[in-house]
């Protein structure tokens, strides 16, 4: 999973993605995932770590550190995806 609670809708994809240290492994059918090395469990893809690099890395920044504004901008793309 990406997150340690990965039924409940909050900004800690950004906290953990941004405050935890992933190292390449190979899984078990030989591709490679980028695994928590705190033994946490958490896993990223190479297109979630593509968001620590510009233009991006202010965004995660933002809502990990701001819960509500991930709300308003998760609220305003699903809006705009209903329409």
């Known amino acids: 999973p990406w997150t340690e609670n990965?039924?409940?809708f909050d900004n800690s994809y950004f906290t953990?993605?941004?405050t935890k240290q992933y190292q390449a492994k190979k899984a078990s059918k030989g591709h490679e995932?980028?695994?928590?090395?705190?033994g946490?469990?958490?896993?990223?893809l190479y297109s979630d770590?593509?968001?620590?690099?510009?233009?991006?890395?202010?965004f995660v920044?933002?809502?990990?550190?701001d819960q509500n504004a991930f709300f308003a901008a998760f609220t305003?793309?699903?809006?705009?995806?209903q329409e």
């Open 33 to 38: 995932q980028h695994m928590a090395s705190a």
């Open 49 to 58: 770590l593509a968001l620590l690099g510009p233009p991006f890395r202010p």
């Open 76 to 81: 305003k793309a699903w809006v705009k995806l």
């Open 16 to 18: 953990e993605l941004s």
């Open 61 to 65: 920044d933002q809502f990990a550190k």
């Open 40 to 44: 946490s469990g958490t896993v990223m």
């Open 6 to 8: 990965p039924l409940e």
